[in-house]
């Protein structure tokens, strides 16, 4: 079965960090730009991050750019996300997912597809 899992999250204090992982099933990591997404209360899913299938290049958006980390180890099929002096506009249910299309600009979010269950994030002090 075609899938990502997602795990890592929970309560963190501002300030602190959170490594997530992303666990790739029925296909291999390294065929495909992964991305990480968030999606906060009331909005809509955001692109924070995305690593190059062709040489693990990372790529983020200004609001997370210093602070996250995205990585991949492709042994074991596994995506990261390091997330470091989180603050409370961080909290969100965060995503990962493979680019499908290059039809989109590279954090459109439509690009992207065979998302998991996702896994909450909550920065509160």
């Known amino acids: 079965q075609v899938q990502f899992v997602e795990s890592g999250g929970g309560l963190v204090q501002p300030g602190g960090s959170l490594r997530l992982s992303c666990a790739a099933s029925?296909?291999?990591?390294?065929?495909?730009?992964i991305g990480w997404f968030r999606r906060a209360p009331g909005k809509e899913r955001e692109a924070l991050s995305y690593?190059?299938?062709?040489?693990?290049?990372?790529y983020y958006v200004d609001s997370v750019k210093g602070r996250f980390t995205i990585s991949r180890d492709l042994a074991e099929n596994t995506a990261y996300l390091q997330m470091n002096n989180l603050i409370p506009e961080d909290t969100a249910v965060y995503y990962c997912?493979?680019?499908?299309?290059?039809?989109?600009?590279?954090?459109?979010?439509?690009?992207?597809?065979?998302w998991g269950q996702g896994t909450q994030v909550i920065v509160s002090s």
């Open positions: 997912a493979r680019r499908l299309t290059n039809e989109y600009t590279p954090f459109n979010p439509r690009a992207f597809g065979t």
């Open positions: 029925g296909f291999s990591l390294g065929r495909f730009d």
């Open positions: 690593i190059s299938r062709d040489d693990g290049s990372a």
